[in-house]
């Protein structure tokens, strides 16, 4: 029992992460249009948000907290990540907002897309 | 951790040998080639993880992170940050800018120690 305990108290939680990031994303984009003086504060803003809840977390990890933002205007791009290191005790989650689904839902005529990952890497 | 029993920072030369490979690897891959979004992908992998093998056929008392993104080149505005919960001392990242008439490539390194 007790040997449960440690393993959740040091493994970090996928679902957690994601709803923190996600949750991020969304207070701070939520209906904005592309602003070149405001893209700087808001991107600052998401980082600190997600780091901050991670740390309150609790857990014994590193976290590298990466977020993107690019205007909406037709061109192509592509993120790729690759990583060395523990595949069981490390993890990351890769967040693309919004969701096409969302946007359509919204009608709203996105002029931004986020792309926000977040890395843990185990101190164990 | 060396001979000594010492913990290696990615904060000293290490960190030069990186960039310097990094450069070239972007300079090799990017270069005199335009944006085709059916390949990009094959390609950003394909630069992710030539970055990464030759980090760690050097260093073996870190885990690394690379982040690479690859864009065609338009008008329009871009902005990346990064924040890292981790040992200063020890643990560091790097980015890396390579822009080509076609695109841009960024390439991010991160390094925790062990």
Known sequence: MEENQNLEENTYSQEEVDRITQESIESVLKEVQYDESKVQGWINAICEKVTQQLIELGKPYKYIVHCMIMQRNGAGAFVTTSQWWDTVADGQIIISWPKDKQAKQEQQKNTLHCICSVFAVSMI | ?114
């Not at chain 2, 990017?30 to 992998?45: E, G």
């Not at chain 2, 065609?72 to 040992?87: P, R, T, V």
């Open chain 2, 1 to 114: 951790m060396d001979s000594l029993g010492n913990q290696v920072s990615f904060n000293g030369p290490l960190k030069n040998e990186v960039q310097k490979f990094v450069q070239q690897t972007l300079h090799k891959e990017l270069d005199k080639i335009t944006y085709d979004h059916s390949d990009a992908q094959s390609r950003s992998n394909k630069i992710c993880d030539l970055i990464l093998k030759q980090l760690t056929t050097n260093n073996k008392n870190f885990k690394f992170i690379v982040n690479c993104l690859l864009m065609q080149k338009a008008e329009c505005g871009l902005n990346i940050s990064g924040s890292c919960y981790w040992d200063n001392e020890t643990d560091g990242s790097l980015t890396i800018k390579h822009e080509t008439e076609a695109m841009i490539g960024i390439v991010n390194v991160f390094a925790c120690a062990l």
